[in-house]
């Protein structure tokens, strides 16, 4: 029995208007589910729908094998936590962490529910150590930064022991280092208590941090779930590839055609024009009579390959392969990331990233060289998206 079912789910404000169309997935028991996509495209909307904060247009949902589609928030079982903390600002940390047991037993608000001796101190305890709150339990929430204020609501859903958490950008509002760590806990949290989740989130290293899979959305609709490295080596269109790729210095696009030469096949582009191996050549043979801008008569097609910034090395010391392709650039700019550093190079034809080794160093407009190999190449429909080949690992 999954934890949670969605079928054909949808939720349309007006006719021109879908926030969510037509979403069907399934999460079995102490999954963590982690929902992405570009900003607009209807996660929000559906993890309300979930909570029953919002009324769907059509489809159903199960919550432990049960229809939920039209049940009241309040009798779901679920805990949620919003981009926004929604806390009650005149009580004290201690107090709104405990708020959804005092929903639970009313009475208990009355009878010094809030003591320190209460019987889920510990509980109490564990999570507000967790979330690094234990030294501000006794201070009114309204006299917390927002980072703490988001903690707080965390540690409520958290405590509320519910059967599905629903988790809407829970750490967005903290500093990298508490970021980082709380993402580590959580997941260890969620594992030991065998809790399932569905998280929302922008961040890519949070998404792959977490999910045990994940789910991409684009313009209301769910394109594609699979576990993270499923996802990032076989994406099913170029929003998936893009997406996964984000964390580790994102990808380069280059739209072009294969040309025919003789007895090879070349891809032709503002750049250059570069040989198309026979392994890929077959792989594509299929999907190239489908494409919509294959043209029969001259044997071109129009395509759009993809490159991972984490596959292109700039004038690397190491010994490139006999078949790279070198790529001279100037430089726009330079970035540092925890996932290492990237150099971005580009012109009036295009803007190439590639990883750069940390003992270099490139100014604006020097000259940089692009490293790179087709067979590490992505093709996708360059008007649908769809992916036609991706490399083998």
Not at 49 to 75: C, V
Not at 227 to 245: D, I, K, T
Request: net charge negative.
């Amino acid at each position: 029995m999954n934890a949670l079912l969605i079928d054909n789910l949808s939720k349309i404000y007006s006719p021109s208007i879908p926030a969510v169309e037509g979403v069907t997935l399934t999460v079995p028991p102490g999954e963590c589910l982690a929902l992405v996509g570009p900003s607009g495209c209807g996660k929000t909307t559906l993890l309300r729908m979930i909570a029953g904060l919002e009324t769907p247009s059509a489809g159903t949902i199960e919550l432990d094998g049960r229809d939920a589609t039209h049940q009241p928030a309040h009798q779901r079982g679920v805990a949620m936590t919003f981009q926004r903390p929604a806390l009650l600002p005149h009580q004290t940390v201690r107090q709104n962490l405990c708020w959804g047991w005092t929903l639970q037993n009313p009475s208990r608000l009355l009878t010094g529910w809030f003591r320190r001796d209460d019987s889920r101190a510990e509980e109490l305890a564990q999570v507000a150590s967790l979330l690094a709150l234990d030294s501000f339990l006794d201070r009114r929430v309204g006299e917390l930064s927002g980072g703490q204020q988001q903690r707080v609501a965390l540690g409520r859903c958290l405590l509320r022991n519910a059967r599905l958490l629903l988790l809407d950008e829970p750490l967005s509002q903290l500093d990298a280092p508490l970021r980082i760590e709380m993402r580590r806990q959580i997941k260890t949290l969620l594992k030991e208590r065998g809790l399932t989740a569905v998280h929302v989130t922008h961040d890519p290293e949070e998404a792959l941090a977490l999910g045990d899979r994940i789910a991409v959305m684009d313009q209301g609709r769910l394109i594609q779930i699979d576990e993270p490295m499923a996802l990032r080596q076989s994406p099913g269109s170029r929003v998936v590839a893009e997406w996964m790729h984000q964390a580790v210095g994102g990808m380069t696009f280059v739209a072009g055609e294969f040309v025919r030469a003789e007895m090879d096949t070349y891809f032709e582009c503002a750049f250059g024009r570069w040989p198309v191996s026979v392994e890929v050549l077959g792989d594509l043979r299929e999907s190239l009579f489908e494409c919509q801008n294959f043209n029969a008569d001259s044997g071109k097609v129009h395509i759009l390959m993809g490159i991972a910034a984490q596959d292109v090395a700039c004038d690397s010391d190491r010994p490139a392969p006999d078949d790279a392709i070198r790529l001279a650039l100037p430089v726009l700019a330079q970035e540092a990331t925890t996932a290492g550093d990237w150099i971005v190079a580009g012109d009036n034809r295009g803007r190439w990233v590639g990883r750069l080794a940390s003992h270099l160093h490139y100014g604006r407009g020097e000259q940089v060289t692009m490293i790179f190999t087709m067979a590490d190449a992505f093709w996708f429909d360059i008007s649908t998206g769809r992916t036609y080949h991706a490399p083998r690992t």
